[in-house]
């Protein structure tokens, strides 16, 4: 079955509204397709449609915060992070107030805006901020329980969506712990970390190298901040050698957040798929992450040649 994440942020919604009369709901002109739309024909006199002005909105999302309301802001993540970083950093952030930034249309799923719709460095951008809580979840299960867990959170916390449909990976009703990676195989050779939408590929990834007989321990990292440190470390030590894999600039997202954190405690070899230092560009979604090895193939090949490394090394 597949199901986008922000068509589960749009029904997460309406059970919020219900459950939390302090939940209010913002936009910038884009209701219909982040999915705030279904919120604000439930609960007009709740929900705040701010037009084509990022900016404002989260300075108006601030201003409500402040005033003991739970806002959940929503656009596109390129304009969310990257029009209103500022404001975003001393409106929200420095003074840690409880504002929920919702992105959709992250990574390559604005595929056919071309790269100037595509962000991919929004994770790194709110994961360098102080106070900031970044969540990247894997499917419309995690998701729509994400969007529960942020408004029972307290503090500035970026929840990063997509467009496109993706399979559903967990059952409803999984359990969703903010900071608090989910093991979704074991394995004794090589450990695949996993930020986001990238599972469904890893999974496959896996089982394709089960066949070859190497055994991939396999753990979706959904809360990128704060990191589950202690998980990390504790499968990097098992097995050895790792590999991140994100929908993302290795430069800022997991690969780095994992780098930092391993070569501080724990160093292993590592080998890393994402996005190279480039913007996006124009073409399907299938044919970007062909192009940046964020395939079920792609994983596999990066993992064979991290263990052939690690054999020389030994």
């Keep these: 079955m597949l199901k986008s994440t922000r068509d589960a942020y749009g029904e997460a919604l309406l059970r919020l509204g219900e459950l939390e009369p302090q939940v209010v709901v913002l936009d910038a002109d884009l209701s219909s397709s982040t999915r705030s739309s279904r919120f604000a024909a439930r609960f007009p006199e709740r929900y705040f449609e701010m037009g084509?002005?990022?900016?404002?909105?989260y300075g108006v999302a601030a201003g409500l915060a402040a005033g003991g309301k739970i806002p959940f802001a929503s656009t596109?993540?390129?304009f969310a992070t990257e029009r209103?970083?500022?404001?975003?950093?001393?409106?929200?952030?420095?003074?840690?107030?409880?504002?929920?930034?919702?992105?959709?249309?992250?990574?390559?799923?604005?595929?056919?805006?071309?790269?100037?719709?595509?962000?991919?460095?929004?994770?790194?951008?709110?994961?360098?901020?102080?106070?900031?809580?970044?969540?990247?979840?894997a499917d419309?299960?995690?998701?729509?329980?994400?969007?529960?867990?942020?408004?029972?959170?307290?503090?500035?916390?970026?929840?990063?969506?997509?467009?496109?449909?993706?399979?559903?990976?967990?059952?409803?009703?999984?359990?969703?712990?903010?900071?608090?990676?989910?093991?979704?195989?074991?394995?004794?050779?090589?450990?695949?970390?996993?930020?986001?939408?990238?599972?469904?590929?890893?999974?496959?990834?896996?089982?394709?190298l089960a066949e070859r007989g190497i055994s991939a321990e396999l753990i979706s990292i959904h809360t990128i901040k704060p990191l589950d440190r202690e998980a990390i470390l504790a499968s990097a030590r098992?097995?050895?050698?790792?590999?991140?894999?994100?929908?993302?600039?290795?430069?800022?997202?997991?690969?780095?957040?994992?780098?930092?954190l391993l070569a501080a405690h724990d160093p292993v070899p590592m080998g890393f798929v994402g996005v190279n230092d480039v913007f996006g560009e124009s073409g399907s979604e299938a044919d970007l992450y062909r192009a940046h090895g964020l395939t079920a193939q792609g994983i596999s090949e990066k993992v064979l040649e991290l263990l052939n490394r690690k054999r020389g090394e030994n």
């Design 238 to 260: 098992r097995t050895g050698a790792v590999v991140t894999v994100e929908e993302h600039s290795l430069i800022g997202g997991l690969a780095s957040a994992v780098a930092e």
């Design 52 to 57: 084509i002005a990022e900016q404002n909105l």
């Design 84 to 137: 209103a970083f500022n404001q975003i950093r001393q409106s929200i952030a420095y003074p840690k107030l409880n504002v929920k930034i919702v992105s959709s249309h992250s990574g390559f799923t604005a595929s056919g805006d071309g790269g100037s719709h595509q962000t991919l460095i929004d994770v790194g951008l709110m994961r360098c901020l102080p106070n900031m809580t970044v969540v990247v979840p």
């Design 76 to 78: 596109f993540a390129v």
């Design 140 to 208: 419309a299960v995690q998701a729509g329980e994400a969007v529960l867990a942020a408004a029972r959170y307290q503090g500035p916390l970026y929840l990063r969506l997509g467009k496109s449909e993706v399979p559903i990976l967990f059952e409803p009703g999984s359990p969703f712990r903010i900071g608090e990676a989910v093991p979704m195989r074991s394995g004794r050779d090589v450990t695949i970390l996993v930020l986001g939408t990238m599972l469904g590929p890893a999974l496959a990834a896996a089982e394709e």
